[in-house]
C-alpha cells in the first residue's frame, strides 16, 4: 500500500523535475515543475477528435495501457513491506502485464492507418523485445542469489556485503535506468521532443490520441517513470530500515532519477534508429555480467 | 464388480464405435449434401462424449484396461486408457468437435462438391478415431496401423482442394515427411521387439533398463519429431497448414502435431538412465525450434504459413517443458521434474485452443475474401467485428499475455527454468539463464508478429478493392469460436482447474508418491495468477468505464487521419506487414534471407517503364539441407535413368528377368 502510494506521489512530480532539470541546464526560464500535470489535467478535461479508419481498439487502447501499469505497480515492494499483489515468480508476471498495454497501444497505433503511426509501431515493437531478455536476466540472477523469486522476497533478503555485490548492484540499477529510459521512450533511444515524425518513435504513436485518452498515455508514462524508479529505489532499501528513513531513501532516489534522465537529455543526442538494436541488446551482455558477479558471490566460479 | 462393469464399458464403447462409423460411411455419400457435414459431425461428437467419459473416469484414478486378442501376428492388444492417454483424448474431443462444428459452415461454400465432401467428411472420422486409437493401443504393430491411418486420412484433409497444384505439391510433401516418420518409428518398434520380444509398450521400459538408452530414444524422437515439428524436421508444418481447409489446418495444429509430443512423452516415461544428456539435448533443440519457428512467423504475409510457423514455436515451448521435466527427474529435483512437464501437458492444452481459434478466424478471413495475403487485406474489423475479436483474444493468449491462458503454462515453463538456474552445478546455471533469456525474446517475437498481423488484417482501411464485399460469417461458424473463447478465458481466470489435473498426471507417470512441500506452493501461487488476472479485467473494465462517463459529456468529432499535412493520402500509404517486420528481418538475415527480384533502372532511362518487385524469405533449412541433399539423391539416380526408359518391352524384360533369377536362386539353394 505504502509503494503505491509513494510511486502515485512520485509519479505526480517526475516529468517536471526532469523538465525543470533540463532548463536549468540550458539556462531558460522553463516552466514550473506542476505543468506536466497542468497540461494533463487540461487533457481529461477535453474533448477528442478520432480518426475516421480508426475502430473500437483504439478506444480501449488507452485505458488497457493504464490499468496494465497500474497493476505493475501494484507488485512493486518497498523494503520490508510487500506490494498488494505478491506472489512466487512476480516479476514474470510484472513483464508480461506491461506487455499486454504495450501490445495495445501498438495495435492502437496501427488502427489509425497511418504511415507514420506504423513506423512508430514497428520500432516500438522492436525495441522493446529486445530488452525483454534483459529485464530476465537480470531478475533470474537476483532469483539466483537470494534463492527467492517474488520481487518482495527478492529485495528483502538482498544484502550487499562484498565489494562485487556493490558492483551488481550499481550495474542493476543502470540496467533498470535504461530499461526505464527504453521503455518511456526516452533519450538515447527516442526523443520525445522532436518534430519530425519520421524520426519519432513513441510520440508518432499517439499522434492521433487526443482528450481523455492522450490523458491517460501521458499520465501513464509518469506513472510508468515513477514505477521503474520505486524498482531501482528497492536496491537501496533494506527491511531493516523503519519507514523514516526509507521514505526518504525512496524520495531521494526517485529525484536522482529524474535529475539523471534530464542530465542525460540534455547533454545526448538521439542515436541513429539503426544503432538503436545494438546499443539495447548491449543491456543483456551487462545483465549477464551481473549473472557473472552472481556466480562469483555464490562461490560457484572463482 | 465395479472393475468388472468398467471394462465392459471399453468393449461396449469399442464395439458402439465401430458400427456407428462403418453405418455413418455407408450414409454419408447416399445423403443429400447439406447433412453429410451434420450426420459427421453427429459421429465425431457421439463418440467424443463415449470416449470423454472414459477418459475422465481414468483421470479419476480408475486405470482402464483391456486385452484383446490379435491373433498370431499382433498378440495381445492391450487398450489403456492411463492419465497420459486421457489427458491428450480430451484435447482431441474438444478440438476434433468444434472443428467439425466449424466445418459444418465452413464447407457450405463447397457444396457443389459432392463426392469430395462425402470423401472429406468420412475422412475426417477417421482421422478423429485414428488419433484417439493413438492415445489407447500400446501394442506396437496396432499403434503403427492407428499412427498411419492417422497420417493418410489427414493427408485427404489435407488435399481437398486438390485441383491446385500447391494443394497437391503440398499434400505429398506431407505425405513423404510422415512416411520417413513411420519408417523411423518402426525401426525403434522392431529393434524392441528383437530384443524384448514382445510388442507391448512396457517393452519399452524393459529394454531402456538394461540397454544404453539413448540411441533407440534418438529414433524414436525423429520419428515423433517430424509429426511434432521440432527444426530440422519441421518442413511440412509451413506447406500443409496453408493448403488444407481452415479448420483441418485448426485440427492438424492443435491435436495431430500434438500426436508427436504424445509419442515423445510416452517413451521418455519409460527412460530412467541418461536423463540429463537426453533432456538438455531436447532443451537447447526447443529452444532453437521456438526461435526459429517465431521468427519466421514474424515475416511471413501468408496468414496460414504465418500460424503455421506459429505452430512450431509452440511446439518448441512443449519441448522446453519436457526438456526441463526430465532433467529434473535426472537431477532428482521433484520441484523441477514435475513442473517442467506440467507445464508441457498445460501448454499443449493451451496451445490446442488458441491455436484451433486462430485458425478458425483465418478460415473466416479466407471465406469472406478468397486470399491468404495479409498485405492485400485490411480494416476488416468494421466489416467481421466478430471475427476481428476472436483473432485479437487467440493473439494475445498465444503471446502469454495475462489474463488469458498462455501465461499460466509459459509461467510455469519459466518457474521450471528459474528452479534450474539455482541448482547446484554452474554449467546448468549458465544454460537454463540463456534459455530464460530466449524465452523472452520468443515472447517478445510473437507479439511483434501478432501486432503485426492483426493490424495488417483487421485494422486500417482496405488496401485494395476486393471482388466482393466482406461480411461476417453465419453464426454457425462463430458459436465454435466462442466456445473456445470461453474455455480459453476459463483457464485464465481459474487455472486450477486444468492445473492440478496435469499435476497429478505428471507425479502419477513420474511415479511420484509424495509431492514435496515446495510444489504444493505453487498452485496456490497459480490460484493467485487468476485472481490478479480477474482483477486486471475488472480494472481494465473501471477504467473503461470511467473514461466512458467522463468523455460522454465532451464533444467528439471524427475527422480522417493526422497526414502531416499532406493532403492526398490513399490507403496504399499505410505500414504494410513487410515493413512493419523489416528490421527485426534485417537484424536476423543471418537466418531470414531476403531473395529480391528485381531490375534496376538503368542509369540513361528517362522515362521508366511499369516494373515488377518480388521478395521473398527462404526457408533456411529447407533451402540449405533439404533441397540439396534432394538434388543429390536426384542426381544420384540419374545413373539408373536408363532402366526407366519407357518402353514397354523392357519392362517385361525386367519381370522376365526377375523370375530367371529367382529360379536359379532356388536350385542353387540361395534363398
Not at chain 1, 537480470?138 to 529485495?155: C, P, Q
Not at chain 2, 489427458?87 to 459444418?104: D, E, K, P, Q, S
Not at chain 2, 478460415?363 to 471475427?387: C, F, S, W
Not at chain 2, 515446495?518 to 501461487?525: G, H
Amino acid at each position: 500500500m505504502l509503494s503505491l502510494l509513494l510511486i502515485i506521489i512520485a509519479s505526480l512530480f517526475f516529468t517536471g523535475i526532469i523538465i525543470r532539470t533540463k532548463s536549468i541546464l540550458s539556462g531558460r526560464k522553463g516552466p514550473g515543475i506542476f505543468q506536466p500535470l497542468k497540461d494533463i489535467w487540461r487533457l481529461f478535461k477535453k474533448g477528442a477528435v478520432y480518426s475516421n479508419t480508426s475502430s473500437f481498439v483504439f478506444q480501449i487502447a488507452p485505458s488497457i495501457y493504464f490499468a496494465s501499469i497500474l497493476m505493475a505497480i501494484l507488485m512493486i515492494p518497498l523494503g520490508g513491506h510487500q506490494g498488494i499483489i505478491s506472489f512466487k515468480g512476480d516479476f514474470i508476471f510484472f513483464a508480461y502485464v506491461l506487455a499486454l498495454g504495450k501490445f495495445f497501444m501498438i495495435v492502437s497505433a496501427l488502427d489509425t492507418g497511418s504511415s507514420f503511426s506504423g513506423m512508430g509501431a514497428s520500432r516500438e515493437a522492436l525495441y522493446s523485445l529486445l530488452a525483454e531478455p534483459a529485464f530476465f536476466i537480470l531478475m533470474s540472477s537476483f532469483a539466483l542469489l537470494t534463492g527467492y523469486t517474488s520481487f518482495h522476497e527478492i529485495f528483502s533478503t538482498l544484502h550487499f556485503g562484498t565489494y562485487i555485490s556493490y558492483a551488481i548492484g550499481a550495474l542493476a540499477a543502470f540496467v533498470l535506468v535504461i530499461i526505464a529510459l527504453i521503455e518511456n521512450s526516452r533519450m538515447p533511444i527516442d526523443d520525445p521532443k522532436t518534430h519530425l515524425e519520421l524520426t519519432m518513435v513513441h510520440e508518432v504513436m499517439i499522434l492521433d490520441n487526443s482528450g481523455f485518452d492522450l490523458g491517460l498515455i501521458l499520465y501513464g508514462t509518469n506513472l510508468k517513470f515513477a514505477m521503474y524508479g520505486g524498482l531501482i529505489a528497492n536496491f537501496f532499501l533494506t527491511p531493516s530500515y523503519e519507514w523514516y528513513f526509507s521514505i526518504p531513501i525512496f524520495i531521494g532516489v526517485q529525484l536522482l532519477f529524474a535529475v539523471i534522465v534530464g542530465i542525460l537529455e540534455s547533454f545526448m543526442a538521439r542515436f541513429r534508429m539503426n544503432h538503436n538494436p545494438q546499443y539495447i541488446f548491449m543491456l543483456t551482455s551487462i545483465s549477464l555480467l551481473i549473472f557473472l558477479g552472481v556466480l562469483l558471490v555464490l562461490g560457484k566460479i572463482a | 464388480m465395479h472393475l468388472q462393469f468398467i471394462t465392459m464399458n471399453i468393449g461396449v464403447i469399442i464395439l458402439v464405435g465401430l458400427i456407428l462409423t462403418v453405418v455413418s460411411f455407408i450414409t454419408i455419400p447416399l445423403i443429400p449434401v447439406r447433412l453429410k457435414s451434420l450426420l459427421a459431425f453427429t459421429t465425431v461428437l457421439i463418440i467424443a462424449i463415449a470416449t470423454s467419459i472414459l477418459a475422465l473416469k481414468a483421470l479419476s484414478g480408475i486405470k482402464t484396461e483391456e486385452l484383446f486378442y490379435g491373433g498370431s501376428i499382433f498378440g495381445n492388444i492391450p487398450v489403456r486408457i492411463d492419465a497420459l492417454s486421457s489427458w491428450f483424448i480430451l484435447i482431441v474431443n474438444f478440438t476434433c468437435v468444434t472443428g467439425a462444428l466449424y466445418g459444418i459452415g465452413y464447407m457450405k461454400s463447397y457444396e457443389s462438391q459432392k463426392a469430395n465432401t462425402s470423401l472429406h467428411w468420412i475422412s475426417y472420422i477417421i482421422f478423429h478415431l485414428s488419433m484417439l486409437s493413438v492415445c489407447v493401443l500400446q501394442n506396437s504393430l496396432a499403434f503403427l496401423i492407428a499412427w498411419e491411418l492417422m497420417s493418410i486420412s489427414s493427408l485427404l484433409l489435407v488435399i481437398f482442394e486438390h485441383s491446385k497444384s500447391d494443394t497437391i505439391k503440398a499434400g505429398i510433401n506431407y505425405l513423404v515427411q510422415m512416411h520417413i516418420g513411420v519408417v523411423l518409428i518402426s525401426v525403434a518398434f522392431i529393434w524392441v521387439y528383437f530384443s524384448e520380444g514382445s510388442f507391448d509398450f512396457a517393452s519399452i521400459a524393459n529394454f531402456f533398463s538394461h540397454h544404453y538408452p539413448v540411441w533407440l530414444f534418438l529414433i524414436f524422437f525423429i520419428g515423433f519429431g517430424i509429426k511434432a515439428g521440432f527444426i530440422p524436421l519441421h518442413t511440412w508444418l509451413p506447406h500443409a497448414h496453408p493448403a488444407a481447409p481452415s479448420h483441418v489446418s485448426g485440427v492438424m495444429s492443435g491435436v495431430i502435431v500434438k500426436m508427436g509430443i504424445y509419442g515423445i512423452l510416452r517413451v521418455v516415461f519409460y527412460l530412467n538412465t541418461e536423463l540429463i544428456l537426453i533432456g538438455k539435448t531436447i532443451l537447447i533443440l526447443s529452444v532453437l525450434t521456438a526461435f526459429y519457428g517465431i521468427l519466421n512467423a514474424s515475416v511471413h504475409r501468408d496468414f496460414k504459413r504465418m500460424l503455421a510457423y506459429c505452430t512450431i514455436e509452440n511446439i518448441g515451448i512443449i519441448g522446453m517443458g519436457i526438456g526441463i521435466g526430465i532433467i529434473g527427474k535426472g537431477i532428482n529435483n521433484q520441484y523441477m521434474m514435475l513442473i517442467g512437464f506440467t507445464g508441457a501437458l498445460l501448454h499443449t492444452l493451451n496451445h490446442s485452443l488458441y491455436k484451433s481459434l486462430l485458425f478458425y478466424s483465418a478460415g473466416n478471413i479466407y471465406q469472406q475474401t478468397h486470399t491468404r495475403d495479409m498485405e492485400v487485406l485490411g480494416g476488416l474489423i468494421k466489416k467481421m467485428p466478430a471475427t476481428g475479436f476472436l483473432f485479437l483474444c487467440g493473439a494475445l493468449a498465444i503471446g502469454g499475455l495475462p489474463p488469458f491462458n498462455g501465461f499460466i503454462s509459459e509461467f510455469l515453463i519459466y518457474s521450471g527454468l528459474i528452479e534450474g538456474i539455482k541448482t547446484q552445478n554452474v554449467q546448468f546455471s549458465t544454460v537454463m539463464i540463456l534459455f530464460v533469456a530466449g524465452l523472452a525474446l520468443v515472447g517478445g517475437i510473437s507479439i511483434l508478429t501478432f501486432t503485426k498481423s492483426f493490424g495488417t488484417i483487421f485494422l486500417g482501411s482496405p488496401r485494395t478493392q476486393l471482388h466482393e464485399e466482406p461480411k461476417e460469417v453465419s453464426l454457425l461458424m462463430r458459436v465454435p469460436m466462442y466456445l473456445i473463447l470461453l474455455v480459453i478465458l476459463a483457464i485464465g481466470i481459474f487455472p486450477n482447474i486444468v492445473f492440478n489435473p496435469a499435476l497429478t498426471i505428471s507425479s502419477n507417470l513420474c511415479g511420484a508418491t509424495t509431492i514435496s512441500e515446495n510444489l504444493l506452493t505453487i498452485s496456490p501461487v497459480i490460484a493467485i495468477i487468476g485472481r490478479v488476472s480477474l482483477g486486471l479485467i475488472l480494472l481494465i473494465v473501471l477504467i473503461y468505464f470511467v473514461r466512458s462517463r467522463v468523455t460522454v459529456t465532451k464533444a467528439s468529432v471524427f475527422q480522417p487521419t493526422w497526414g502531416c499535412s499532406y493532403v492526398a493520402p490513399n490507403t496504399k500509404m499505410q505500414y504494410t506487414s513487410k515493413s512493419f517486420s523489416k528490421s527485426l528481418a534485417k537484424l536476423f538475415s543471418f537466418i531470414l534471407k531476403e531473395k529480391k527480384n528485381y531490375k534496376e533502372i538503368e542509369k540513361n532511362t528517362i522515362f521508366p517503364t511499369q516494373r515488377v518487385f518480388i521478395s521473398h524469405y527462404d526457408e533456411f533449412f529447407e533451402d540449405n539441407f533439404i533441397t540439396r541433399i534432394n538434388n543429390r539423391i536426384f542426381s544420384f539416380m540419374n545413373y539408373f535413368m536408363f532402366i526407366h526408359n519407357g518402353r514397354i518391352q523392357r519392362y517385361i524384360l525386367y519381370g522376365f528377368f526377375f523370375i530367371v533369377m529367382i529360379i536359379a536362386a532356388t536350385l542353387l539353394n540361395l534363398i
